[in-house]
């Protein structure tokens, strides 16, 4: 596997070319500094963008060209990270190799007329109303998946009124003032605006991959490079527990932890070997004390957000154990920062992490998603990471005293019967 940055004054071309896939896959993304408005418009940009473009006019026709490119896939995502909101056009597509010559530009001249050759009319959309329909439903539905709410939630008291506590799909009000003008001009604005970051994987042939998309795509506007990627904390104040009842059987826990302070080794390692220790798996102090010896929760588990400085521990759970089970996390936690874990914890930990970097290998968007890592927050790429294996004991208590217990939240269900 090869890769190499190739950066022009509008974006930057990521290859990374390599034998091991039968398809092509490019990533195109668009990254700003991140305003709560900007979600809801550009959740509503990603659906007006796919409904058609100016040579494919109605999804019918989309459809068969996408089986004439043997089914050639398309989505988008809209994704919040660290200050930076991040939009994502991702294409895969059979290498030509393996399919007839000449698809390999005509697939990526489609994917580059979705994005940059909208259908429009009068200098608007269409399909607009169509698509704000569309989000509109998912904002309407968001509160129906309890596990999504209830970590939105509790982001939201954690951190409120920051990246961090914004809801990834957008805001029903700011959605109700979007006109069709008010996106074309947002649209516009962020071609302009925006660092472009391109990725393709793939077996293909780095010239013609950098001549396609010079002939193709017309951008010219010079793009300052991102300043601090990462969200760091400004207060970390007193635990604070919130309780809100919902129309549910099982209650979800969600406990907001806040990081300090933390080296760039700490960010980068120790804090995945913590936190699979604590509650990273069925062998993780949270595992086997709060649900095998305890008997109090459905499941339970902790994650690791490092580009938020955060981590979050989640747990289904009858209300009526909720005072118990937080007791017990928060025993476990102290537990941690007293060296309470043994050597074959590290090692388990370590040989886990160990085992995704090989299975990242065999996929694609992972892989996308480790240059994306390096580009953005300056992560090192897979040779590197078999650095987690440097971390100690020490090291592990030492960065269990900077974390912070911030939020308790509970959305509290209304049985205390299992499922």
Do not use: W
Request: proline fraction near 2%; charge should be positive; charged fraction near 30%.
């Amino acid at each position: 596997m090869n890769y190499k940055k190739y950066s022009t004054l509008a974006y930057n071309l990521h290859i990374i070319k390599t034998d091991k896939f039968k398809t092509t896959m490019v990533r195109i993304n668009f990254k700003n500094k991140i305003k709560r408005e900007d979600i809801t418009y550009r959740n509503l940009l990603t659906k007006v963008l796919f409904q058609s473009n100016s040579k494919y006019k109605t999804r019918r026709e989309l459809e068969i060209l996408t089986e004439d490119l043997y089914n050639l896939s398309l989505s988008s995502k809209n994704s919040i990270s660290g200050n930076y909101i991040v939009t994502s056009f991702d294409s895969i597509f059979l290498n030509e190799a393996y399919t007839e010559a000449g698809y390999n530009l005509k697939s990526l001249e489609f994917i580059l007329d979705m994005i940059f050759k909208p259908n429009l009319e009068n200098n608007m959309f269409k399909y607009f109303d169509l698509s704000k329909r569309l989000v509109k439903e998912e904002l309407d539905t968001f509160k129906d998946d309890n596990s999504k709410y209830s970590k939105q939630r509790m982001f939201e008291i954690m951190e409120p009124d920051s990246p961090l506590s914004y809801n990834t799909i957008g805001y029903l009000e700011d959605l109700d003032k979007i006109t069709n003008k008010d996106l074309y001009d947002y649209y516009k604005n962020m071609l302009k605006s925006n660092i472009i970051d391109i990725f393709v994987i793939g077996n293909i042939d780095p010239d013609f991959i950098i001549n396609t998309f010079k002939n193709n795509l017309n951008i010219n506007t010079f793009k300052k490079p991102s300043k601090e990627h990462f969200y760091y904390h400004k207060k970390i104040k007193k635990a604070k527990t919130v309780k809100e009842k919902a129309s549910i059987k099982q209650s979800n826990l969600r406990i907001g932890i806040k990081l300090s302070n933390l080296t760039d080794f700490e960010v980068k390692y120790v804090a995945n070997v913590y936190s699979f220790i604590l509650g990273g798996g069925t062998d993780s102090k949270l595992f086997r004390t709060v649900r095998e010896e305890n008997s109090l929760c459905y499941y339970i588990n902790s994650s690791y957000l490092p580009v938020f400085s955060s981590m979050v521990i989640s747990a289904g759970i009858n209300k009526t154990d909720f005072k118990k089970c937080l007791a017990l996390i928060k025993k476990e936690i102290n537990s941690m920062s007293k060296g309470d874990f043994n050597e074959s914890d590290i090692d388990a930990a370590k040989a886990t992490y160990i085992s995704s970097l090989k299975e990242i290998e065999d996929q694609q968007l992972s892989l996308i998603r480790i240059f994306e890592s390096h580009e953005y927050l300056n992560f090192d790429l897979l040779p590197d990471r078999t650095l987690i294996n440097n971390v100690t004991k020490e090291d592990i208590i030492k960065f269990s005293k900077k974390i912070k217990i911030d939020t308790i939240y509970l959305l509290e269900g209304g049985t205390n019967e299992e499922d």
